[in-house]
């Protein structure tokens, strides 16, 4: 099975740089995604990792260890249309499995 | 990009019938195709993975007789919700994977249909 962590909640501020972490316990990893989603709607493709290292995709960057088991994903210069749940998912042989989301809220 | 869309967006239906949700993908041909159930404030939970041409594989506690996949093609799953009830209310989302014309590790995901059922 798998065990994904992330922040339930985290609120930055426009322009600021905000770093969601996500922890997770898998057998078989086969990769890990970072998807947005916005209220109503259905996630949105930001980035994908398999490899350790840090991968840049301008605004947003996203991180990986697989020794730890650990995640981040990066982003800067934020702004208000940021504002949504962001969704660490991670994918073994069979499937992907999804964190429970963390809502960013970017305030003025 | 691949795109993968579904249809109905939303739909209410009365306790007790079924309702049909088809999932398409556009522009390539889907190996596999995920369906997903969201309620709300929580993450996206698999309910099954299907393979064209083969039985859908359910995940732990989904019922595999209320809800009923079809994969017939390569651009085309259905999930039907039998004998709905007001728990079955939610946000579904299909996602697509595989094949030519589309990554083959990432996977896209329809615009999600909403049920509601009264």
């Known amino acids: 099975g798998q065990n994904i962590d992330q922040p339930t909640e985290m609120t930055a501020t426009e322009g600021a740089i905000v770093q969601i972490n996500c922890t997770y316990q898998t057998s078989g990893f086969n990769g890990l995604f970072w998807y947005q989603q916005h209220a109503g709607e259905a996630p949105t493709f930001l980035s994908y990792n398999v490899l350790d290292g840090l991968e840049e995709k301008g605004r947003f960057s996203s991180f990986l260890s697989r020794s730890k088991g650990y995640s981040y994903l990066l982003l800067k210069e934020l702004q208000m249309k940021d504002s949504a749940s962001y969704l660490c998912?991670?994918?073994?042989?069979?499937?992907?499995?999804f964190g429970s989301g963390t809502q960013l809220t970017v305030l003025p | 990009g691949a795109v993968v869309s579904q249809h109905p967006s939303w739909v209410i239906c009365k306790s007790g019938t079924s309702v049909k949700i088809e999932c398409r993908s556009l522009?390539?041909?889907?190996?596999?195709m995920f369906w997903y159930r969201q309620f709300p404030k929580q993450s996206l939970m698999l309910m099954a993975t299907?393979?064209?041409?083969?039985?859908?594989?359910?995940e732990q506690g989904v019922e595999k007789d209320k809800f009923l996949i079809n994969h017939a093609s390569l651009t085309l799953s259905t999930l039907t919700v039998t004998s709905a009830h007001p728990e079955d209310s939610s946000f579904y989302i299909c996602?697509?994977?595989?094949?030519?014309?589309?990554?083959?590790?990432?996977?896209?995901f329809g615009p999600g249909t909403r049920l509601t059922v009264t």
């Open positions: 998912a991670v994918r073994d042989r069979r499937q992907l499995t």
């Open positions: 996602s697509a994977r595989g094949g030519t014309g589309g990554s083959s590790y990432e996977q896209y």
């Open positions: 299907s393979n064209e041409g083969s039985k859908a594989t359910y």
């Open positions: 522009d390539f041909q889907a190996t596999t």
